[in-house]
Protein backbone atom coordinates (compact mmCIF):
# COMPACT_ATOMS: atom_id res chain seq x y z
CA UNK A 1 0.00 0.00 0.00
CA UNK A 2 2.29 3.04 1.04
CA UNK A 3 5.81 3.23 -0.84
CA UNK A 4 8.91 3.85 1.03
CA UNK A 5 11.04 6.45 -0.61
CA UNK A 6 14.18 4.61 0.20
CA UNK A 7 16.51 6.72 -2.36
CA UNK A 8 15.18 9.81 -0.67
CA UNK A 9 16.57 9.03 2.64
CA UNK A 10 19.59 7.18 0.81
CA UNK A 11 20.32 10.76 -0.71
CA UNK A 12 19.93 12.51 2.51
CA UNK A 13 22.00 10.21 4.34
CA UNK A 14 24.77 10.66 1.94
CA UNK A 15 25.05 14.51 1.79
CA UNK A 16 24.48 14.40 5.71
CA UNK A 17 27.77 12.27 5.55
CA UNK A 18 29.55 14.63 3.26
CA UNK A 19 28.86 17.56 5.32
CA UNK A 20 29.32 15.99 8.61
CA UNK A 21 32.94 14.85 7.58
CA UNK A 22 34.15 17.65 5.67
CA UNK A 23 33.08 19.56 8.72
CA UNK A 24 34.95 17.05 10.89
CA UNK A 25 38.17 17.58 8.45
CA UNK A 26 37.85 20.95 8.48
CA UNK A 27 38.49 20.84 12.08
CA UNK A 28 40.65 18.59 12.25
CA UNK A 29 43.08 20.76 9.62
CA UNK A 30 42.16 23.57 12.58
CA UNK A 31 43.25 21.00 15.03
CA UNK A 32 46.88 20.00 13.22
CA UNK A 33 47.59 23.40 12.53
CA UNK A 34 47.20 24.44 16.08
CA UNK A 35 49.69 21.80 17.08
CA UNK A 36 52.23 22.61 14.57
CA UNK A 37 51.89 26.39 15.45
CA UNK A 38 52.78 25.23 18.95
CA UNK A 39 54.98 22.73 18.04
CA UNK A 40 57.02 25.54 16.39
CA UNK A 41 57.11 28.33 19.14
CA UNK A 42 58.08 25.83 21.25
CA UNK A 43 61.16 25.06 19.47
CA UNK A 44 61.64 28.78 19.29
CA UNK A 45 61.93 29.44 22.28
CA UNK A 46 63.86 26.30 23.15
CA UNK A 47 66.51 27.93 20.66
CA UNK A 48 66.49 30.90 22.44
CA UNK A 49 66.62 29.91 25.80
CA UNK A 50 69.42 27.55 24.83
CA UNK A 51 71.59 30.25 23.18
CA UNK A 52 71.25 32.20 26.27
CA UNK A 53 72.78 29.61 28.20
CA UNK A 54 75.41 29.34 26.07
CA UNK A 55 75.83 33.17 25.78
CA UNK A 56 76.22 33.21 29.17
CA UNK A 57 78.83 30.11 29.83
CA UNK A 58 81.30 31.94 26.66
CA UNK A 59 81.00 35.30 28.61
CA UNK A 60 81.95 33.30 31.85
CA UNK A 61 84.96 31.66 30.05
CA UNK A 62 86.12 35.29 28.95
CA UNK A 63 85.24 37.60 31.67
CA UNK A 64 85.57 35.36 35.29
CA UNK A 65 81.97 36.72 36.03
CA UNK A 66 79.88 34.02 37.59
CA UNK A 67 76.66 35.32 35.97
CA UNK A 68 76.22 38.19 32.70
CA UNK A 69 74.11 40.73 33.68
CA UNK A 70 74.12 42.39 30.39
CA UNK A 71 72.57 39.51 28.51
CA UNK A 72 69.55 38.89 30.84
CA UNK A 73 68.71 42.53 31.38
CA UNK A 74 67.96 42.87 27.83
CA UNK A 75 66.35 40.09 27.14
CA UNK A 76 64.40 39.18 29.82
CA UNK A 77 61.58 41.21 28.49
CA UNK A 78 61.65 40.04 24.75
CA UNK A 79 61.37 36.03 25.96
CA UNK A 80 58.88 36.76 28.86
CA UNK A 81 56.06 38.26 26.02
CA UNK A 82 57.94 35.15 23.83
CA UNK A 83 57.01 32.45 26.98
CA UNK A 84 53.72 34.39 26.97
CA UNK A 85 52.07 34.31 23.61
CA UNK A 86 53.41 30.55 23.51
CA UNK A 87 51.24 30.09 26.78
CA UNK A 88 48.08 31.86 24.90
CA UNK A 89 48.44 29.03 22.39
CA UNK A 90 48.72 26.08 24.45
CA UNK A 91 45.45 27.51 25.96
CA UNK A 92 43.80 27.91 22.57
CA UNK A 93 45.16 24.33 22.13
CA UNK A 94 43.41 23.41 25.70
CA UNK A 95 39.74 24.86 24.69
CA UNK A 96 39.51 24.28 21.45
CA UNK A 97 41.18 21.12 20.02
CA UNK A 98 39.37 17.91 19.65
CA UNK A 99 42.11 15.93 18.14
CA UNK A 100 45.50 15.33 18.95
CA UNK A 101 45.24 16.13 22.51
CA UNK A 102 47.51 13.35 23.87
CA UNK A 103 49.75 16.11 22.78
CA UNK A 104 49.02 18.92 25.05
CA UNK A 105 50.11 17.19 28.23
CA UNK A 106 53.93 16.71 26.34
CA UNK A 107 53.70 20.25 25.15
CA UNK A 108 52.95 21.41 28.89
CA UNK A 109 55.71 19.64 30.38
CA UNK A 110 57.75 21.22 27.67
CA UNK A 111 56.60 24.75 28.47
CA UNK A 112 56.87 24.33 31.80
CA UNK A 113 60.12 23.39 32.04
CA UNK A 114 61.51 26.65 29.93
CA UNK A 115 58.91 28.58 31.63
CA UNK A 116 60.64 27.42 34.83
CA UNK A 117 64.27 27.68 33.56
CA UNK A 118 63.35 30.98 32.72
CA UNK A 119 62.37 32.13 36.22
CA UNK A 120 65.39 30.75 37.97
CA UNK A 121 67.29 32.48 35.83
CA UNK A 122 65.72 35.88 36.76
CA UNK A 123 65.94 34.87 40.51
CA UNK A 124 69.60 34.41 40.08
CA UNK A 125 69.33 37.93 37.93
CA UNK A 126 67.34 39.94 41.07
CA UNK A 127 70.48 38.62 43.16
CA UNK A 128 73.48 39.03 41.80
CA UNK A 129 72.56 42.26 39.51
CA UNK A 130 70.49 45.51 39.51
CA UNK A 131 67.39 43.95 38.51
CA UNK A 132 64.13 44.57 40.31
CA UNK A 133 61.48 42.97 38.74
CA UNK A 134 59.09 41.51 40.77
CA UNK A 135 58.60 37.42 40.22
CA UNK A 136 55.10 35.71 41.01
CA UNK A 137 54.68 31.78 40.83
CA UNK A 138 51.48 31.28 40.20
CA UNK A 139 49.65 28.45 41.33
CA UNK A 140 46.34 26.93 39.18
CA UNK A 141 44.38 24.19 38.25
CA UNK A 142 42.52 23.40 34.79
CA UNK A 143 39.55 21.76 36.50
CA UNK A 144 36.65 24.27 37.19
CA UNK A 145 37.99 27.20 39.67
CA UNK A 146 36.41 30.38 39.55
CA UNK A 147 38.77 32.19 41.64
CA UNK A 148 41.41 30.73 39.39
CA UNK A 149 39.70 32.59 36.19
CA UNK A 150 39.26 36.26 38.46
CA UNK A 151 43.31 35.26 39.13
CA UNK A 152 44.05 35.17 35.94
CA UNK A 153 42.19 37.91 34.89
CA UNK A 154 44.06 40.18 37.37
CA UNK A 155 47.42 38.78 37.18
CA UNK A 156 47.11 39.43 32.94
CA UNK A 157 45.67 43.13 33.64
CA UNK A 158 48.95 43.51 36.24
CA UNK A 159 50.93 42.56 33.26
CA UNK A 160 49.34 44.33 30.35
CA UNK A 161 49.77 47.83 32.60
CA UNK A 162 53.43 47.28 33.78
CA UNK A 163 55.14 44.41 31.02
CA UNK A 164 58.55 44.93 32.91
CA UNK A 165 57.87 45.36 36.26
CA UNK A 166 55.99 42.07 36.86
CA UNK A 167 57.33 38.67 35.40
CA UNK A 168 54.76 36.14 35.98
CA UNK A 169 55.09 32.15 35.94
CA UNK A 170 52.26 30.21 35.84
CA UNK A 171 51.93 26.54 36.81
CA UNK A 172 49.69 24.00 36.46
CA UNK A 173 50.21 22.33 39.73
CA UNK A 174 48.07 19.10 38.70
CA UNK A 175 50.91 18.58 36.09
CA UNK A 176 53.16 15.41 36.97
CA UNK A 177 56.87 16.88 36.46
CA UNK A 178 59.05 16.16 39.17
CA UNK A 179 60.00 20.07 39.58
CA UNK A 180 56.48 20.87 39.80
CA UNK A 181 56.25 18.78 42.70
CA UNK A 182 59.23 20.23 43.78
CA UNK A 183 57.84 23.50 44.10
CA UNK A 184 54.83 22.82 45.68
CA UNK A 185 56.42 20.11 48.57
CA UNK A 186 58.97 23.78 48.90
CA UNK A 187 56.38 25.96 49.10
CA UNK A 188 53.84 23.80 50.79
CA UNK A 189 51.15 24.58 48.00
CA UNK A 190 48.16 22.81 49.62
CA UNK A 191 44.88 24.86 47.81
CA UNK A 192 44.34 26.99 44.65
CA UNK A 193 45.03 29.55 43.40
CA UNK A 194 48.21 30.18 45.10
CA UNK A 195 50.77 32.84 44.41
CA UNK A 196 54.30 32.85 45.79
CA UNK A 197 55.71 36.83 45.16
CA UNK A 198 59.80 37.20 44.81
CA UNK A 199 59.96 33.76 46.09
CA UNK A 200 59.40 34.60 49.30
CA UNK A 201 55.62 35.40 50.05
CA UNK A 202 53.18 32.90 49.83
CA UNK A 203 49.59 33.89 49.34
CA UNK A 204 46.39 31.65 49.44
CA UNK A 205 43.50 32.01 47.74
CA UNK A 206 42.02 34.87 45.26
CA UNK A 207 44.60 38.37 46.11
CA UNK A 208 43.25 41.40 44.50
CA UNK A 209 45.01 43.74 41.95
CA UNK A 210 45.88 46.38 45.29
CA UNK A 211 47.29 43.84 47.25
CA UNK A 212 49.25 42.50 44.87
CA UNK A 213 50.95 45.77 43.66
CA UNK A 214 51.97 46.40 47.50
CA UNK A 215 54.71 43.99 46.58
CA UNK A 216 56.11 45.65 43.72
CA UNK B 1 39.29 20.00 25.33
CA UNK B 2 37.93 16.83 25.02
CA UNK B 3 34.18 16.16 24.26
CA UNK B 4 32.19 17.17 27.30
CA UNK B 5 27.90 15.11 27.64
CA UNK B 6 26.94 17.95 26.06
CA UNK B 7 28.96 18.37 23.16
CA UNK B 8 28.05 14.44 22.20
CA UNK B 9 24.49 15.59 22.79
CA UNK B 10 24.67 18.23 20.49
CA UNK B 11 26.89 16.80 17.81
CA UNK B 12 23.87 13.82 17.78
CA UNK B 13 21.22 16.91 17.68
CA UNK B 14 23.10 18.81 14.85
CA UNK B 15 23.45 15.21 12.74
CA UNK B 16 19.65 14.30 12.87
CA UNK B 17 18.70 17.93 12.50
CA UNK B 18 20.96 18.36 9.43
CA UNK B 19 19.40 14.69 8.51
CA UNK B 20 16.22 15.96 8.48
CA UNK B 21 16.72 19.33 6.86
CA UNK B 22 18.32 17.46 3.80
CA UNK B 23 15.58 15.08 3.53
CA UNK B 24 13.16 18.38 3.34
CA UNK B 25 15.45 20.30 0.96
CA UNK B 26 15.53 17.69 -0.64
CA UNK B 27 12.15 17.01 -1.66
CA UNK B 28 11.42 20.85 -1.99
CA UNK B 29 14.27 20.18 -4.81
CA UNK B 30 13.19 17.02 -6.25
CA UNK B 31 9.67 18.68 -6.53
CA UNK B 32 10.60 22.40 -7.18
CA UNK B 33 7.32 23.27 -9.42
CA UNK B 34 4.43 21.09 -7.76
CA UNK B 35 5.43 23.26 -4.15
CA UNK B 36 4.17 26.00 -5.48
CA UNK B 37 1.55 25.15 -8.11
CA UNK B 38 -2.31 23.61 -7.50
CA UNK B 39 -4.09 21.10 -9.99
CA UNK B 40 -6.60 23.44 -11.59
CA UNK B 41 -9.66 23.33 -10.34
CA UNK B 42 -12.48 20.91 -11.46
CA UNK B 43 -14.51 21.51 -14.43
CA UNK B 44 -17.97 20.89 -12.93
CA UNK B 45 -17.23 22.83 -9.23
CA UNK B 46 -18.38 20.79 -6.50
CA UNK B 47 -20.84 21.86 -3.69
CA UNK B 48 -18.97 22.72 -0.45
CA UNK B 49 -20.44 23.30 3.35
CA UNK B 50 -18.37 25.22 5.19
CA UNK B 51 -18.52 24.32 9.18
CA UNK B 52 -17.92 26.54 12.08
CA UNK B 53 -18.05 25.54 15.44
CA UNK B 54 -17.93 28.03 18.01
CA UNK B 55 -18.27 28.11 21.85
CA UNK B 56 -17.87 31.95 23.19
CA UNK B 57 -16.37 33.34 20.23
CA UNK B 58 -18.06 36.42 19.83
CA UNK B 59 -15.19 38.45 19.45
CA UNK B 60 -14.06 36.60 16.46
CA UNK B 61 -16.87 34.83 15.15
CA UNK B 62 -18.00 37.59 12.70
CA UNK B 63 -14.52 38.34 11.05
CA UNK B 64 -14.52 34.40 10.88
CA UNK B 65 -18.07 34.42 8.54
CA UNK B 66 -17.41 37.78 6.81
CA UNK B 67 -13.76 36.24 5.32
CA UNK B 68 -16.30 33.23 4.52
CA UNK B 69 -18.83 35.42 2.72
CA UNK B 70 -16.01 37.18 0.83
CA UNK B 71 -15.30 33.99 -0.41
CA UNK B 72 -14.63 34.14 -4.28
CA UNK B 73 -16.77 30.92 -5.56
CA UNK B 74 -20.00 30.62 -6.60
CA UNK B 75 -22.90 31.35 -3.77
CA UNK B 76 -25.46 28.63 -5.15
CA UNK B 77 -22.63 26.06 -4.55
CA UNK B 78 -21.66 27.45 -0.68
CA UNK B 79 -23.27 26.55 1.99
CA UNK B 80 -21.90 28.19 5.83
CA UNK B 81 -22.89 26.99 9.10
CA UNK B 82 -21.96 28.36 11.91
CA UNK B 83 -22.33 26.20 15.06
CA UNK B 84 -23.41 27.61 18.33
CA UNK B 85 -21.66 24.95 20.51
CA UNK B 86 -24.04 26.13 23.38
CA UNK B 87 -21.98 29.22 24.24
CA UNK B 88 -22.72 31.73 27.34
CA UNK B 89 -21.98 34.90 25.48
CA UNK B 90 -23.29 36.75 22.81
CA UNK B 91 -21.83 34.28 19.81
CA UNK B 92 -25.71 33.26 19.27
CA UNK B 93 -26.64 36.79 18.65
CA UNK B 94 -24.00 37.73 16.73
CA UNK B 95 -24.30 34.67 14.31
CA UNK B 96 -27.96 35.32 13.92
CA UNK B 97 -26.73 38.86 12.46
CA UNK B 98 -24.98 36.78 9.23
CA UNK B 99 -28.87 34.73 8.98
CA UNK B 100 -30.02 37.23 6.26
CA UNK B 101 -26.42 37.03 4.11
CA UNK B 102 -27.58 32.94 3.98
CA UNK B 103 -25.42 31.77 6.88
CA UNK B 104 -27.12 28.66 8.06
CA UNK B 105 -26.84 28.76 12.30
CA UNK B 106 -27.22 25.51 14.12
CA UNK B 107 -27.86 26.17 18.09
CA UNK B 108 -27.35 23.06 20.23
CA UNK B 109 -26.50 22.39 23.62
CA UNK B 110 -22.78 22.50 24.68
CA UNK B 111 -20.88 19.23 23.84
CA UNK B 112 -17.36 20.02 22.56
CA UNK B 113 -15.59 21.15 18.74
CA UNK B 114 -16.24 17.55 17.92
CA UNK B 115 -19.68 17.27 18.60
CA UNK B 116 -20.70 20.78 17.28
CA UNK B 117 -18.62 19.49 13.64
CA UNK B 118 -20.31 16.21 13.82
CA UNK B 119 -23.86 18.29 13.97
CA UNK B 120 -22.50 20.65 11.53
CA UNK B 121 -21.92 18.16 9.51
CA UNK B 122 -24.74 16.12 9.84
CA UNK B 123 -26.86 19.07 8.36
CA UNK B 124 -24.79 20.08 5.44
CA UNK B 125 -25.27 18.86 2.01
CA UNK B 126 -22.00 19.47 0.32
CA UNK B 127 -19.67 16.73 -1.39
CA UNK B 128 -16.54 18.90 0.11
CA UNK B 129 -17.28 19.44 4.02
CA UNK B 130 -14.46 22.60 5.07
CA UNK B 131 -14.03 22.45 8.76
CA UNK B 132 -13.26 26.37 10.29
CA UNK B 133 -12.23 27.16 13.50
CA UNK B 134 -13.68 30.61 14.82
CA UNK B 135 -11.10 32.38 15.48
CA UNK B 136 -9.42 31.97 11.65
CA UNK B 137 -10.35 34.03 8.50
CA UNK B 138 -9.49 32.78 4.99
CA UNK B 139 -8.25 34.09 1.82
CA UNK B 140 -10.55 34.46 -1.14
CA UNK B 141 -9.21 32.16 -2.91
CA UNK B 142 -8.58 29.75 -1.04
CA UNK B 143 -11.33 26.90 -2.16
CA UNK B 144 -10.36 27.77 -5.86
CA UNK B 145 -6.46 26.79 -4.95
CA UNK B 146 -7.70 23.32 -3.26
CA UNK B 147 -10.34 22.16 -4.46
CA UNK B 148 -8.69 20.29 -7.64
CA UNK B 149 -6.58 18.17 -4.98
CA UNK B 150 -10.08 16.39 -5.17
CA UNK B 151 -9.96 15.53 -8.73
CA UNK B 152 -7.98 12.82 -7.98
CA UNK B 153 -10.17 10.44 -5.90
CA UNK B 154 -8.09 8.84 -3.22
CA UNK B 155 -7.70 11.98 -1.81
CA UNK B 156 -9.50 13.02 1.31
CA UNK B 157 -8.54 15.99 3.23
CA UNK B 158 -6.66 18.92 2.09
CA UNK B 159 -5.13 21.21 4.29
CA UNK B 160 -4.96 25.10 3.81
CA UNK B 161 -1.59 26.74 4.70
CA UNK B 162 -1.94 28.30 7.98
CA UNK B 163 -0.35 31.64 8.94
CA UNK B 164 -0.81 33.54 12.07
CA UNK B 165 -3.12 36.70 11.70
CA UNK B 166 -1.07 40.08 12.85
CA UNK B 167 1.40 38.86 14.64
CA UNK B 168 2.43 41.86 17.30
CA UNK B 169 4.53 40.51 20.24
CA UNK B 170 8.00 38.71 20.04
CA UNK B 171 6.24 35.90 21.44
CA UNK B 172 3.69 36.13 18.22
CA UNK B 173 6.22 36.70 15.89
CA UNK B 174 7.93 33.40 17.06
CA UNK B 175 4.90 31.52 15.78
CA UNK B 176 4.26 33.48 12.94
CA UNK B 177 8.05 32.11 12.09
CA UNK B 178 6.71 28.60 13.29
CA UNK B 179 3.91 28.07 11.37
CA UNK B 180 5.84 29.57 8.20
CA UNK B 181 8.14 26.62 8.40
CA UNK B 182 5.00 23.97 8.89
CA UNK B 183 3.94 25.30 5.89
CA UNK B 184 7.14 24.06 4.88
CA UNK B 185 7.38 20.81 6.02
CA UNK B 186 3.76 19.93 5.54
CA UNK B 187 3.71 20.22 2.00
CA UNK B 188 7.26 18.42 1.87
CA UNK B 189 5.41 15.79 3.92
CA UNK B 190 2.56 15.69 1.33
CA UNK B 191 5.52 14.30 -1.46
CA UNK B 192 5.44 11.91 1.50
CA UNK B 193 2.02 11.00 1.75
CA UNK B 194 2.84 11.61 5.34
CA UNK B 195 0.58 14.76 6.64
CA UNK B 196 -0.59 13.87 10.18
CA UNK B 197 -2.50 17.03 10.88
CA UNK B 198 -4.92 18.86 8.82
CA UNK B 199 -5.16 22.44 10.80
CA UNK B 200 -7.82 23.50 12.38
CA UNK B 201 -7.99 26.51 10.76
CA UNK B 202 -9.12 25.51 7.04
CA UNK B 203 -9.45 21.98 6.16
CA UNK B 204 -11.12 20.34 3.68
CA UNK B 205 -12.87 16.67 3.64
CA UNK B 206 -14.56 14.76 1.21
CA UNK B 207 -17.72 13.65 2.44
CA UNK B 208 -18.08 10.33 1.25
CA UNK B 209 -14.95 9.57 3.28
CA UNK B 210 -16.39 11.40 6.51
CA UNK B 211 -19.31 9.13 6.39
CA UNK B 212 -17.61 5.86 5.92
CA UNK B 213 -14.92 6.35 8.85
CA UNK B 214 -17.24 8.36 11.01
CA UNK B 215 -17.09 11.91 11.94
CA UNK B 216 -14.74 13.53 14.50
CA UNK B 217 -14.42 11.79 17.45
CA UNK B 218 -15.59 13.25 20.71
CA UNK B 219 -13.54 14.50 23.46
CA UNK B 220 -10.15 13.73 21.76
CA UNK B 221 -8.09 16.77 22.68
CA UNK B 222 -6.96 17.39 18.87
CA UNK B 223 -9.75 16.12 17.11
CA UNK B 224 -8.11 17.47 13.88
CA UNK B 225 -4.91 14.88 14.62
CA UNK B 226 -7.15 12.22 15.39
CA UNK B 227 -9.42 12.78 12.12
CA UNK B 228 -6.17 12.52 10.01
CA UNK B 229 -4.04 9.79 11.74
CA UNK B 230 -7.45 8.01 10.93
CA UNK B 231 -7.72 9.20 7.33
CA UNK B 232 -4.69 8.12 6.79
CA UNK B 233 -4.87 4.55 8.62
CA UNK B 234 -7.40 3.81 6.39
CA UNK B 235 -4.98 4.09 3.41
CA UNK B 236 -6.59 8.12 1.77
CA UNK B 237 -4.37 10.71 0.69
CA UNK B 238 -3.94 13.99 1.72
CA UNK B 239 -2.95 17.05 0.27
CA UNK B 240 -1.99 20.47 0.85
CA UNK B 241 -1.42 23.41 -0.86
CA UNK B 242 1.34 26.14 -0.13
CA UNK B 243 -0.96 29.74 -1.33
CA UNK B 244 -4.46 28.79 -0.24
CA UNK B 245 -3.66 31.05 3.19
CA UNK B 246 -5.71 30.73 6.68
CA UNK B 247 -5.03 33.34 9.28
CA UNK B 248 -5.30 32.21 13.23
CA UNK B 249 -4.94 34.11 16.26
CA UNK B 250 -2.26 32.81 18.39
CA UNK B 251 -1.62 33.00 21.87
CA UNK B 252 -0.34 36.29 23.26
CA UNK B 253 1.78 35.53 26.18
CA UNK B 254 3.36 32.68 27.64
CA UNK B 255 0.55 31.31 29.53
CA UNK B 256 -1.80 31.29 26.64
CA UNK B 257 1.12 29.47 25.23
CA UNK B 258 1.65 26.72 27.32
CA UNK B 259 -1.77 26.21 27.43
CA UNK B 260 -2.26 25.83 23.79
CA UNK B 261 0.93 23.33 23.64
CA UNK B 262 -0.29 21.35 26.60
CA UNK B 263 -3.23 20.49 24.64
CA UNK B 264 -1.65 20.00 21.41
CA UNK B 265 1.23 18.13 22.48
CA UNK B 266 -0.73 15.61 24.85
CA UNK B 267 -3.01 15.07 21.68
CA UNK B 268 0.21 13.99 19.53
CA UNK B 269 0.89 11.81 22.38
CA UNK B 270 -2.93 10.53 22.67
CA UNK B 271 -3.04 10.14 19.31
CA UNK B 272 0.39 8.27 18.78
CA UNK B 273 -0.90 6.10 21.08
CA UNK B 274 -4.43 5.33 19.89
CA UNK B 275 -2.50 4.79 16.06
CA UNK B 276 0.43 2.94 17.50
CA UNK B 277 0.45 0.51 14.95
CA UNK B 278 0.87 2.85 12.28
CA UNK B 279 4.56 3.23 13.23
CA UNK B 280 7.35 1.22 12.20
CA UNK B 281 4.84 -0.14 9.53
CA UNK B 282 5.71 -0.05 6.23
CA UNK B 283 2.28 -1.08 5.02
CA UNK B 284 2.02 3.04 5.57
CA UNK B 285 4.94 3.38 3.91
CA UNK B 286 6.76 6.72 4.87
CA UNK B 287 4.73 7.76 7.43
CA UNK B 288 5.10 4.69 9.20
CA UNK B 289 8.88 4.14 8.72
CA UNK B 290 9.84 8.06 8.61
CA UNK B 291 8.01 10.54 9.07
CA UNK B 292 6.20 9.42 12.74
CA UNK B 293 9.43 8.37 14.58
CA UNK B 294 11.57 10.90 13.35
CA UNK B 295 8.94 13.38 14.61
CA UNK B 296 8.95 11.77 17.88
CA UNK B 297 12.93 11.47 17.51
CA UNK B 298 13.18 15.12 16.86
CA UNK B 299 10.92 16.36 19.65
CA UNK B 300 13.49 14.25 21.75
CA UNK B 301 16.47 16.14 20.38
CA UNK B 302 14.64 18.86 20.92
CA UNK B 303 13.93 18.90 24.46
CA UNK B 304 17.40 17.28 25.11
CA UNK B 305 19.16 20.27 23.48
CA UNK B 306 17.20 22.94 24.67
CA UNK B 307 17.06 21.66 28.05
CA UNK B 308 20.85 20.95 27.96
CA UNK B 309 21.62 24.49 26.41
CA UNK B 310 20.04 26.40 28.52
CA UNK B 311 21.76 24.77 31.44
CA UNK B 312 24.95 25.12 29.99
CA UNK B 313 24.21 28.83 29.06
CA UNK B 314 22.91 29.98 32.51
CA UNK B 315 26.25 27.86 34.16
CA UNK B 316 28.62 29.75 31.66
CA UNK B 317 27.17 32.84 32.64
CA UNK B 318 27.07 32.11 36.27
CA UNK B 319 30.51 31.39 36.20
CA UNK B 320 31.30 34.24 34.04
CA UNK B 321 29.30 36.76 36.87
CA UNK B 322 31.06 34.82 39.71
CA UNK B 323 34.75 35.35 38.33
CA UNK B 324 33.77 39.36 37.34
CA UNK B 325 32.51 39.65 40.94
CA UNK B 326 35.85 37.85 42.46
CA UNK B 327 38.29 39.49 40.47
CA UNK B 328 36.43 43.37 40.44
CA UNK B 329 37.30 43.68 36.98
CA UNK B 330 34.24 44.03 35.04
CA UNK B 331 35.79 44.11 31.42
CA UNK B 332 38.71 43.11 30.01
CA UNK B 333 40.08 44.42 27.06
CA UNK B 334 38.94 42.81 23.95
CA UNK B 335 41.61 41.18 22.25
CA UNK B 336 41.35 40.24 18.58
CA UNK B 337 40.69 36.84 18.17
CA UNK B 338 42.65 34.92 16.07
CA UNK B 339 39.80 32.90 13.92
CA UNK B 340 42.90 29.89 12.94
CA UNK B 341 43.55 30.10 16.88
CA UNK B 342 39.60 29.80 17.80
CA UNK B 343 37.86 28.03 15.85
CA UNK B 344 37.03 24.24 16.59
CA UNK B 345 35.99 21.32 15.02
CA UNK B 346 33.05 21.80 17.05
CA UNK B 347 32.73 25.29 16.39
CA UNK B 348 32.77 24.33 12.31
CA UNK B 349 29.37 21.41 12.45
CA UNK B 350 27.71 24.21 14.98
CA UNK B 351 28.33 26.71 11.55
CA UNK B 352 26.91 23.94 8.80
CA UNK B 353 23.89 23.24 11.14
CA UNK B 354 23.25 26.78 11.25
CA UNK B 355 23.59 27.55 7.34
CA UNK B 356 21.21 24.88 6.94
CA UNK B 357 18.60 25.67 9.50
CA UNK B 358 18.95 29.21 7.40
CA UNK B 359 18.01 27.50 4.22
CA UNK B 360 15.42 25.72 5.76
CA UNK B 361 14.24 29.32 7.07
CA UNK B 362 14.99 30.74 3.93
CA UNK B 363 12.71 28.37 2.16
CA UNK B 364 9.79 28.73 4.75
CA UNK B 365 9.62 32.12 3.69
CA UNK B 366 9.59 31.59 0.28
CA UNK B 367 7.10 29.13 -0.19
CA UNK B 368 5.02 30.98 2.42
CA UNK B 369 5.55 34.20 0.16
CA UNK B 370 6.91 36.18 3.14
CA UNK B 371 9.45 39.03 2.56
CA UNK B 372 12.78 37.82 4.98
CA UNK B 373 13.19 41.15 7.17
CA UNK B 374 17.16 40.46 7.26
CA UNK B 375 17.49 42.75 10.64
CA UNK B 376 15.23 40.77 12.72
CA UNK B 377 17.71 37.78 12.18
CA UNK B 378 19.44 38.55 15.13
CA UNK B 379 16.89 38.82 17.60
CA UNK B 380 15.27 35.28 16.38
CA UNK B 381 18.33 33.75 16.88
CA UNK B 382 18.99 34.97 20.31
CA UNK B 383 15.53 34.53 21.47
CA UNK B 384 14.74 31.16 19.52
CA UNK B 385 16.66 29.55 22.39
CA UNK B 386 13.66 31.18 24.60
CA UNK B 387 11.08 30.13 22.60
CA UNK B 388 12.94 26.78 22.28
CA UNK B 389 12.75 26.66 26.06
CA UNK B 390 9.16 27.25 26.17
CA UNK B 391 8.33 24.28 23.85
CA UNK B 392 10.40 21.89 25.45
CA UNK B 393 9.41 22.80 29.39
CA UNK B 394 5.20 21.79 27.45
CA UNK B 395 6.62 18.64 26.77
CA UNK B 396 7.99 18.22 29.51
CA UNK B 397 4.82 18.69 31.41
CA UNK B 398 2.67 17.30 28.72
CA UNK B 399 4.91 13.35 28.94
CA UNK B 400 5.29 14.15 32.64
CA UNK B 401 1.28 14.54 32.63
CA UNK B 402 1.10 11.42 30.56
CA UNK B 403 3.15 8.96 32.39
CA UNK B 404 1.50 9.84 36.02
CA UNK B 405 -1.87 8.98 33.99
CA UNK B 406 -3.64 12.11 34.72
CA UNK B 407 -6.88 12.85 33.15
CA UNK B 408 -7.47 14.83 30.30
CA UNK B 409 -9.04 18.25 31.14
CA UNK B 410 -11.26 18.46 28.02
CA UNK B 411 -11.58 22.27 27.46
CA UNK B 412 -13.81 23.37 25.17
Known sequence: MGKINFRLYFIAAVLTAVVFSTGIFIGWLLDSNRV?????????????????DLENSIYQIFSNETFVCSIYTTKAESLSKQTDQL???????KEMNQFQLTKLDFFKKRYTLMNLGFWLQLVNLKKNCDYNSTTILYFYTTKPCDDCAAQGIVLDKLKRE?????????????????????LKTRYNITKVPTLVINEKNKIE???????IEEFL | MPLSALDIISIFGSLFTLYFSFVYVLLYFFNKKKFFSNPPLPKKLPKVSIIIPAYNEENTISLTLQSLLNLNYPKKLLE????????????????????????????????GKASALNAGIKRSGGEIVVCMDADSTV????????????????????????????????????QFLEYLYNILLRKALAFLDSIF?????????????????????????????????????KGYKIETSTNAYAYTNSPSNIKKLVKQRVRWYRGFIINSKKYKNLFFNSKYGDLGVFTLPAYVLLVFILFVLILSMSYMFVNTAFHFFNVRVISGILLTPIEILNPVLYTSA???????SITISLIVVYLSFKISREKIKLKIIPVYAISALFYGFILAFTWFVCILRELKGEKIKWER
Open chain 1, 162 to 182: SPEKIMIFAIDSDLDLGVVNL
Open chain 2, 80 to 111: IIAVNDGSTDDTRKVMGSFKKQGVKVVNKENG
Open chain 1, 87 to 93: AEELNSF
Open chain 2, 197 to 233: VVPGPFGLYRRTVLEKIGGFEKGNLTEDMEITMRIQS
Open chain 2, 139 to 174: ERNALRKTLGYFEDSNVAAVASSVKVLKPKNILQKF
Open chain 1, 36 to 52: TNVQSQIDDLAVNFQNL
Open chain 2, 346 to 352: LTVLWFV
Open chain 1, 205 to 211: GFVSQNK
